[in-house]
């Protein structure tokens, strides 16, 4: 179905009764990268404005030229030589994905996980179960990184059984601006002295306004 069409109710309950009771088909799965690209690609024409699109068949129309100059086997044999240099010189390091990363999303697809959420939602959202759009559920008084490191979790059944990684306590209801800052300030990446100097007269500040 493509986007901006939708399903009539029969046809709703027809797909529901046939799923009812089923896990979903892609449960557990990855889409491959060729199908996520492919996707994305279908989307793109469908979704984006006429101006992008024109934009976008534009630079086809130019990659697809003779005379582009990236098309050239010696530019593509220049470009392969720096970029094994690069790598030889240790300039150029391979993005991988770490094991506490990899770690870190499994926990996140437990069904754990979601019962935490939930129990933190309650506690701190008076509207719930209606929630107000862009509030997420983080680590936030204690990180999720440092838990898994203080209790030496390596694997997802060490995550299950460890009490602290469920605490209720420990969660925090954050919109999303706060969580992005208060991510750059747990790990004092992009964050200045004096920007840290400034938040902490500002609390300072307001804190002493809030008693008297």
Known sequence: MRIGQKHT???KRKIGEAHRGKPPGMLGKNQ?????LKISKNNFWFTASPEKIEQAKESLRKRARKDNPMFKAETRKKVSEKIEELYKNGKLIPRKRTLMGKLKRKIRRLPQYKEWKEG??????P???VIPV????HHHKKTFTAILK????????EAIRCRELWDIKLGQVVP?????IISQLEKRVNVSKELL???EAFIKIHRAKEIE
């Open 32 to 36: 491959t990268r060729e199908a996520r």
């Open 134 to 137: 862009g509030l997420q559920v």
């Open 120 to 125: 933190v939602l309650k506690r701190d959202v």
């Open 176 to 180: 999303k601006g706060d969580h992005y």
């Open 127 to 129: 509207t719930y179960p």
């Open 9 to 11: 109710k029969e046809a």
């Open 197 to 199: 100097n400034f938040l």
């Open 150 to 157: 203080e209790n030496n979790i390596k694997t997802v059944e």
